[in-house]
Structure formats: C-alpha cells, structure tokens
C-alpha cells in the first residue's frame, strides 16, 4: 500500500479546486492510503474513505491513515463496486466521488459504474473526478459510459498544474500516462 501516481495528481486537481471543496459531500472509492480524500477533508470537505468490504487490510490502510493525519472521525466504510451492500445503501448523497486508479481491471470497470450510477440517481448532480493511468490502448470507457447514461469529460493535466515531473517524485509525465476525468449524468449540466 503506498501511494501511487494517480493518486497525486488528483490530489494536486483537489488542491487546485481547493475553495470549491468547503461543506461538499465527498466519497472516495478505492482509497488504499487515501491521499486524495484526507486532502479534501484537510480543505474542508465531509469526507467518506471506502476500499472493498472483501479486503479488511485495505479498510485497516485507510483508518491508519486518518489516524496519522489527525482526522480521526472520517468515516470509513467497506463498499465492494457492483453490490448493493447496507453501507451503500446508507450513504447519504455525495456531492463528488474520486477515485484514483481504480479504473486498473477491465472486468471492474462496469461494477465500478454501477456503484457511481447508483449514487447519481441520489444526487443527479454528482460528479466522479478519476485519475487512471493508462496501461492499454485496448479498453476504452467510452461505451459503459453511453450504456450507463454517463458522459465524461477529460481534463489536460496542464490546467491544474499536474504535468510536471515533480509530481509525488515519480517521472511523471515520463514512464506514466495519466488521464484526469470528471464522469456525471448525461443530462447533467456540469
């Protein structure tokens, strides 16, 4: 578990949008370390850590890292993308979902969209701000995305000061290609 380039430029997006974040309704799905969500909570979001309930380790990372960081009183859940667990079912509507680099197996993408469909339907107005680093030119998102009513929008790493080498000490942009999306509602107006 540490932290992976995803996770730092969106983290960096976080810090960029920064005085947006104050009182908003914030998930993170696939937190591991939770850099980005201990970020929004640390600028003012009401922030909610989820890793999958299969992996109580993950769920142990997550709490640690609240402890570390002084913000004891995230709540952190167990969601597993694609079933309609008690904790999904409970969670109040979010405002934003991140999720950095949980778009890594192909055969997660449409459990993961289901999830983020789910809590759209809550609040049509939800946004999902992802990061993904690119591993193949062979799967693209473009047709769950049609199939479950969604649209996204890339957003150039250039705009909020993420396409530099410096990011998390990795070789960035170097070694890896990653993308910043921001996925709503088809009918949403972002």
């Known amino acids: 578990m540490y932290v992976w380039p995803c996770a730092a430029v969106l983290a960096q997006y976080l810090w960029f949008h920064r005085s947006s974040l104050p009182g908003k309704a914030v998930l993170e799905i ?49 969601l597993t993308w694609g079933h309609a667990s008690p904790d999904l079912l409970a969670l109040p509507p979010q405002d ?44 693209s998102l473009e047709a769950l995305l049609y199939k479950w009513d969604m649209k996204c929008t890339h957003i150039p790493l250039e705009t909020f000061g993420a396409d530099g080498g410096e990011i998390a000490e990795s070789d960035l942009p170097g070694r890896h290609t990653v993308e910043m999306l921001i996925i709503s509602l088809m009918e949403a107006e972002v």
């Open 96 to 139: 934003v979902i991140l999720g950095s680099d949980v778009f890594f197996e192909p055969e997660d993408f449409e459990s993961i969209l289901m999830t983020v469909y789910f809590l759209m339907e809550k609040n049509p107005m939800l946004q999902f701000w992802s990061t993904y680093q690119v591993r193949s030119a062979d799967w």
């Open 30 to 78: 696939g937190a591991g370390v939770s850099l980005p969500g201990i970020l929004a909570a640390k600028c003012g979001a009401k922030v909610t850590l989820s890793d999958s309930a299969l992996l109580p380790h993950c769920l142990e990372v997550c709490q640690q890292s609240c402890q570390m960081n002084n913000l004891p009183q995230i709540p952190v859940v167990g």
